[in-house]
């Protein structure tokens, strides 16, 4: 299955993608949230579909995509998780995960316009493959079970401000929360759908020139060994997001390095999990 959500800001409803059609859940649904994980919706879903799913109505065209999951009640984000672009930026190869955390409410749309912050000099992007758990992951006890506490797959963006990040004292979150900064979609994949997360082909274009190519096969630790880690030291809760790391080519890792302006187009691209599009606008 493919979830989806659309509609304004606010007043997002719960979908679904059918080939390329997008159909209306929100009459038999209230949204894919914590709430619909927790309660083991993706079975009731899949079963409803299968009878119910060609009746459902169709999503006008023009009605903007929203986040593909409602607002999780954390973001995860993994650090560093492919050598190279730990060597682009000049950091040492990590013997475990590096673990940050992101506002949920930098979360937006696939096509939403992405906000360059008051003051911003250096605003970079980076593709990853994100997960959202579907039940709840405490001391979890290996990466078998760690397989079955994954919802879905989509494609993100960890939008990061590396002034912000890396020149202003403590730690990551201030250059990795602004408004805007985690596009999720355009859809929710469930596991069925992905043959091997870690088999996926991730792509950066900014303005039609081609600045990020990897595979999550480089990843220094895998999504299910992500989940079992991650659960060793926070329970992971239904709808909460892990976002697993970028492969080399952030603007930051360019020489000279190249970073987001007012007026460029971001584009973004997973095997299997669709693309995303951004305009850059002043916040």
């Known amino acids: 299955m493919k979830l989806i959500r659309f509609g304004e ?14 159909r209306d859940c929100s009459a038999h649904v ?7 994980f ?7 879903l899949a079963t409803f579909l299968e009878v119910e799913g060609a009746r459902l109505p169709a999503v006008p065209p023009d009605t903007r995509w929203a986040p593909c999951v409602a607002r999780p009640g954390k973001i995860v984000c993994v650090g560093l998780n492919y050598a190279d672009h730990a060597a682009e930026t000049g950091a040492p190869i990590p013997t475990e995960p590096v673990i940050f955390l992101k506002a949920p409410n930098s979360v937006c749309g696939p096509f939403d316009p992405l906000l360059i912050p008051r003051g911003s000099q250096k605003m970079d992007w980076e593709v990853e493959l994100a997960l959202v758990i579907g039940r709840e992951a405490r001391y979890v006890p290996d990466e078998t079970a760690a397989a079955a506490c994954v919802a879905g ?8 401000e ?3 990040q890396r020149e202003h004292g403590g730690q990551w979150t201030k250059g990795k929360s602004c408004d805007t900064f985690c596009p999720l979609g355009p859809f929710l994949a469930t596991p069925d759908e992905i043959a091997d997360p870690q088999a996926l082909a ?3 274009d900014v303005n039609g020139e081609r600045m990020q190519s990897g595979n999550t096969r480089t990843m220094l630790f895998t999504v299910r ?8 030291f926070l329970t992971l809760e239904p709808g909460d997001l892990v976002s697993t790391g ?3 080519g952030v603007g930051m890792g360019h020489q000279p390095p190249r970073f987001l302006k007012a007026g460029d187009i971001v584009e973004q691209a997973i095997d299997g999990l669709g693309r995303q599009r951004h305009h850059c606008l002043p916040a």
């Open 9 to 22: 800001r606010g007043s997002e409803k719960p979908g679904v993608l059918m080939g390329n059609d997008r």
């Open 30 to 36: 209230a949204d894919w949230n914590a709430a619909f």
């Open 38 to 44: 927790r309660a083991d919706g993706l079975r009731e």
């Open 153 to 160: 797959y989509c494609l993100a963006n960890d939008v990061s």
């Open 162 to 164: 590396r002034a912000f």
């Open 202 to 204: 991730l792509t950066t």
């Open 225 to 232: 060994f992500l989940v079992h880690y991650l659960s060793q």
């Open 246 to 248: 970028t492969p080399p």
